[in-house]
């Protein structure tokens, strides 16, 4: 019998020694499985491990969180711990109300349904009375907030915006791709994959002889192949490229007028802002070409592509992680409304193909019901990138969204399956702010830099450490984890350290539900065998470690993007005012931001190389997802640690940048800015835009002195570097890629 460990990188076959040690091998099915798991089982006994509950001397004292971040932990019993945790959130709710109770409890964690942190976490506090939540994500928080404006609430997900792989392969004549193509963000998927065929797709549409044109600083985002075109361009300013495409398309007079005038509103004020109307600049490719850097004749190019017999623009997640960042989307649509490709099989526009696995795949998707987390009574909440706002500013107010939002007075911040210091922006001000709570709570596997910011730590187990269910509601596989490794020394489940707090609080019996992990797993799985009758009984599954639905159906579930409404808009309307796609919105006007006008616009950022800042840091930081890991997940091990250099996270930059300022291949380099520093290993490129440097997320934050709040970051954490600023007052959504630095060798100790 095969046994499978499913990740949110792909599921792997378990090999089991005589002697009873496991280790993972490539899912024979998989047409590219991803090497980066491979090593997921080495953190078994990793030195990194917590080996049991630790509580930080200076809280302990009673310091509230002065010392937060640079204190000495004691090892304390599990009833001890327990104990702290009760009465610490049973005394803030009860003097502070349950608003000042954070539930972070942001991030990927397991890939797990019933041993999914957050979704435990969650349920214990809504028991509690509830907490201060967030809301979107820092992967798509821009555009989560502005398209339903534009195309109605049902298309705010990521998923609900692409066409099929299948129509692309066979029938896309030309897909321009901003923002970079990297197959390699597709190895992941929220919630486990079986097949990784991203790159299969891609390669079937260009020997077919699809047209690939990546617009990208970065050559190396496009991937090998015929037809493959890129077009440097420099980083934030994709939107003034593509409002120069509209004004070809309008100035030629080849706008699809049939399509515009049946499905889109407000193109008439569109149309107006890209002839210069008001403002007197018209937004021509001439104009274009002197922000952007690309000529004029290939701007012409690109818009000429756009009146193929279908055509597809797709726009990468990192586009909207910027200011403005919500720009660039809306003028995605707005290009492909001008040219009639919406509704077209394979044509129009897409958001985030090649992002993830699961986007485009032409399949049956399994809609995962996961732990039921219950009602928040709370009604606050922060955009998920407003943390440090929070923190820094309780009583202030932000907008959002067409509000206005009050910051709670945060005294408790609880967190598991997560890692702030990992993801958020400007992390040396985060750490400044991190202190003002009283109690700081998280539960962690590994010392991650949140850990070792923490008052009270929780060790848990890895989720090969434990039984569970693994199913993504993108794809059409479920996988049963077996428990695979005996917990490393005191750690617990996350169900059972809530399980134990519920206790302590006298709210067990509705939180546990009479129910064993066992009768959890069946409870969980019943749910899915009700929506899909076709599945096995749970002792078959949980034999077999695997079902798949329609195993062995060739035939696609394809999928045109607004295909009901451009079949029928009468009959089938958008969810927007207008019941159209929306070019101008009157909600967004009445909101009267500044930084997020009524239709596409371009917006100069204020890091960015044409700004005035330039002039001191003359460099653009780009902070992409990395090629060897998850986010920070499996940092320490395989093949994100085999590609350090010195130890530290590779920087690539441009070898004119690199030999003007006397770097060699392989360097310490120091980054720099007004916000940090960190350390990281050079590497050369040809291909990258000089002016631009890259540097991935997801290396351990490593402060060199835990006492000082601007210490030198010594592991390559770029969110040293990145700025805390909302891409605007629509979505406030995080803006890491608008971020200017200035980098030397580095010849220090």
């Not at 030309?174 to 299969?200: K, M, P, T």
């Not at 992680?321 to 660039?328: M, S």
Request: proline share 7%; glycine share 8%; hydrophobic share 40%.
């Amino acid at each position: 019998m095969t046994r499978y460990f499913a990740t949110h990188f792909g599921t792997y076959e378990v090999e089991k020694a005589p002697s009873g040690r496991c280790t993972l091998k490539p899912y024979r099915h998989d047409p590219a499985p991803a090497a980066l798991g491979l090593h997921y089982l080495t953190l078994a006994e990793h030195d990194m491990r917590i080996a049991q509950p630790m509580v930080r001397r200076g809280w302990l004292a009673g310091d509230h969180g002065a010392k937060r971040g640079e204190d000495e932990f004691i090892a304390v019993e599990w009833d001890v711990a327990i104990a702290h945790v009760a009465s610490e959130l049973d005394r803030v709710r009860k003097t502070q109300g349950n608003e000042a109770i954070y539930a972070g409890s942001y991030g990927w964690a397991s890939a797990g349904r019933f041993h999914h942190a957050q979704s435990q976490l969650k349920r214990l506090l809504n028991l509690l009375g509830g907490f201060t939540a967030s809301r979107n994500s820092y992967s798509y928080g821009a555009a989560s907030v502005l398209l339903p404006h534009v195309l109605g609430a049902s298309y705010a997900g990521t998923n609900a915006c692409a066409p099929s792989w299948d129509h692309i392969a066979t029938r896309t004549d030309c897909l321009i791709a901003f923002g970079g193509f990297r197959l390699s963000n597709a190895q992941c998927d929220s919630g486990g994959l079986a097949e990784h065929s991203v790159a299969d797709w891609v390669s079937q549409a260009l020997a077919r002889g699809m047209r690939l044109i990546v617009v990208s600083p970065d050559g190396s985002d496009a991937p090998p192949g015929p037809n493959v075109i890129h077009v440097p361009i420099r980083p934030n300013t994709d939107s003034a490229l593509m409002l120069a495409m509209a004004h070809m398309l309008i100035t030629r007079g080849t706008v699809d007028t049939e399509f515009v005038s049946r499905y889109v509103s407000g193109v008439e004020d569109f149309v107006a802002y890209v002839r210069g109307d008001d403002d007197h600049l018209p937004k021509s490719p001439r104009w274009a070409a002197r922000i952007t850097g690309v000529p004029e004749a290939t701007i012409e190019l690109l818009a000429e592509q756009l009146l193929l017999p279908t055509s597809l623009i797709n726009m990468s997640w990192s586009l909207q992680r910027a200011r403005f960042g919500e720009q660039p989307y809306w003028m995605a649509i707005a290009l492909a409304a001008l040219a009639g490709q919406i509704g077209k099989p394979g044509g129009g526009f897409a958001f985030g193909l090649g992002a993830m696995n699961s986007v485009g795949q032409p399949v049956r998707k399994l809609h995962a019901p996961g732990v039921k987390q219950g009602e928040n009574p709370v009604e606050t909440f922060i955009p998920v990138a407003r943390l440090a706002d929070m923190l820094a500013r309780p009583g202030e107010y932000i907008d959002y969204d067409g509000q206005r939002l009050k910051l709670p007075d945060i005294r408790l911040i609880y967190w598991a399956g997560g890692n702030p210091f990992h993801h958020h922006q400007d992390l040396n001000h985060l750490r400044r702010v991190w202190k003002n709570p009283e109690t700081v709570i998280v539960h962690e596997p590994v010392w991650t830099a949140t850990a070792h910011h923490a008052d009270i730590v929780l060790p848990t187990t890895l989720p090969f450490e434990r039984n569970d269910i693994v199913a993504s509601s993108n794809d059409r596989v479920i996988i049963a984890n077996h428990q695979l490794c005996t917990p490393y020394a005191e750690a617990r489940n996350d169900h059972d350290i809530c399980l134990a707090i519920a206790e302590a609080l006298g709210i067990a019996e509705a939180f546990h539900e009479g129910l064993s992990e066992t009768e959890w797993l069946e409870r969980l799985y019943a749910g899915y065998r009700s929506r899909y009758p076709e599945l096995p009984e749970f002792k078959m599954f949980w034999a077999e470690g695997m079902a798949t639905l329609d195993a062995g159906v060739k035939a696609p579930r394809s999928q045109v993007l607004l295909a009901k409404f451009i079949g029928d808009p009468l009959r089938f309307p958008l969810e927007t005012p207008s019941g159209r796609i929306e070019l101008r919105s009157e909600a967004i006007a009445r909101f009267n931001y500044s930084t997020c006008p009524a239709q596409p616009a371009w917006l100069a950022p204020e890091e960015w190389l044409g700004a005035e800042r330039a002039e001191r840091y003359p460099l653009h930081l780009l902070t992409p997802q990395p090629a060897n890991r998850l986010h920070s997940q499996l940092d320490v091990v395989g093949e994100s640690a085999a590609h350090k250099i010195n130890g530290r996270e590779p920087v690539v930059l441009n070898r004119i940048d690199a030999n003007t300022r006397g770097i060699g291949p392989g360097d310490t380099v120091r980054l720099y800015n007004d916000r940090g520093a960190c350390l990281a290993g050079a590497v050369l490129s040809d291909t990258l835009l000089p002016g631009v440097v890259v540097l991935p997320t997801g290396a351990w934050y490593t402060p060199r002195d835990a006492s000082d709040p601007m210490s030198l970051e010594l592991g390559g954490n770029p969110n040293v570097l990145t700025s805390d600023i909302g891409s605007s007052q629509l979505a406030q959504g995080p803006a890491a890629n608008s971020c200017l630095i200035e980098i030397e060798r580095y010849s220090g100790s």
